[in-house]
């Protein structure tokens, strides 16, 4: 069965770079999340797409944003990059609102 | 604040024995989901129990709310060494559409 794709799996960057993250949703879903999770931490929700359009904001910080496109893939972007933003990001997808979450493997972030 | 909260954060045991993690959250909810995470990998949904459900079963997994203490608890009957994991639980708070997870337990199963 499809799971939810992300990319890239890893990730490498400096302070004050900007950084891409991409999620393939499972067809058909039609609410995507992201989710930061620092090490040895729980998942912080960070922002929630419906149908393409923004359904909720987390605790994400005002240098990240993020999008869903026509074909239902999601990207995050994050721009002047700090050192703790070192992460694991996760996207999770879902069929309908209440349902359960399939994650992605998540792309881990490192900020050097 | 955190909506929910895990209780132990570290619980290890031996194989065949039972394992118990707690979480409790702090608004109203819709329903009450588990999660396990192994180390460094997407979390995978365990069962989703509704908040007017008390009690719900899955394989050896055994899951209990009670919505006037705002609590949950994951039962694990048997454990087995490839039981060992993170388990998060998540509550969607009635307002937003988002799902928050507690701190997580992190269980040992020992051979």
């Known amino acids: 069965a499809a799971g939810v794709i992300q990319s890239p799996r890893h990730l490498i960057k400096e302070k004050r770079e900007t950084a891409t993250l991409k999620c393939y949703p499972i067809?058909?879903?039609?609410?995507v999340y992201w989710y930061q999770q620092g090490p040895g931490q729980d998942p912080q929700f960070l922002i929630s797409?419906?149908?393409?359009?923004?359904?909720d904001k987390g605790s994400i910080p005002d240098r990240f944003s993020a999008q869903q496109f026509s074909d239902y893939h999601s990207e995050l972007n994050m721009s002047s990059l700090e050192l703790g933003d070192s992460a694991l990001y996760f996207c999770?997808?879902?069929?309908?609102?209440?349902?359960?979450?399939?994650f992605g493997n998540g792309t881990r972030l490192t900020v050097t | 604040s955190q909506q929910g909260e895990e209780d132990p954060q570290a619980l290890s045991i031996q194989e065949g024995e039972n394992a118990t993690m707690n979480c409790s959250y702090k608004?109203?909810?819709?329903?009450l989901q588990w999660y396990r995470q192994n180390s460094g990998r997407g979390l995978v949904h365990l069962i989703l129990?509704?908040?007017?459900?008390r009690e719900k079963h899955s394989g050896r997994l055994r899951v209990t709310l009670d919505t006037s203490k705002k609590s949950s608890s994951l039962l694990i009957t048997a454990s087995r060494a490839a039981d060992t994991a993170s388990y998060f639980c998540?509550?969607?708070?009635?307002?937003?559409?988002?799902?928050?997870f507690g701190p997580g337990t992190r269980l040992s199963v020992l051979p």
């Open positions: 797409f419906y149908e393409k359009m923004q359904s």
């Open positions: 608004t109203s909810i819709n329903n």
């Open positions: 999770a997808s879902s069929p309908s609102w209440n349902s359960p979450l399939h």
């Open positions: 067809p058909r879903h039609d609410t």
């Open positions: 129990i509704r908040s007017n459900e």
């Open positions: 998540a509550t969607d708070p009635q307002q937003g559409q988002n799902f928050v």
